[in-house]
């Protein structure tokens, strides 16, 4: 079986960190997906985080509609990327 990225490294792929970190090393800075998408991976992954942990987090309507067609251009880019590989 083909080992992935994530196998063959020894970034922690188990935390979002560590898979955040992969995506940058392996896809971003190769050129493989835009750094626009870097930067939107970085603003999502820092949204969660704040939700999950900050005790009073809120987010609004304006807040989702800003970061969801980022997202989903992210999302096309990624699924686009696993079909050549």
């Known amino acids: 079986m083909k080992e992935s990225y ?3 490294s020894d970034i922690d792929t188990s935390t979002h960190n560590g898979v955040k970190s992969m995506i940058s090393m392996n896809f971003i800075r190769k050129g493989l997906l835009s750094i626009e998408h870097g930067a939107t991976l ?3 992954f820092n949204q969660r985080h704040i939700s999950d ?3 009073y987090a809120f987010r609004d309507a304006s807040s989702v509609e800003y ?3 980022k997202a989903e251009a992210f999302v096309e880019a990624v699924e686009s990327l696993a079909k050549k590989v």
Request: aromatic content about 16%; hydrophobic content about 35%; proline content about 8%.
């Open 6 to 8: 994530y196998e063959r």
């Open 42 to 44: 970085t603003d999502l």
């Open 67 to 69: 970061l969801l067609p």
């Open 53 to 55: 942990y900050e005790a």
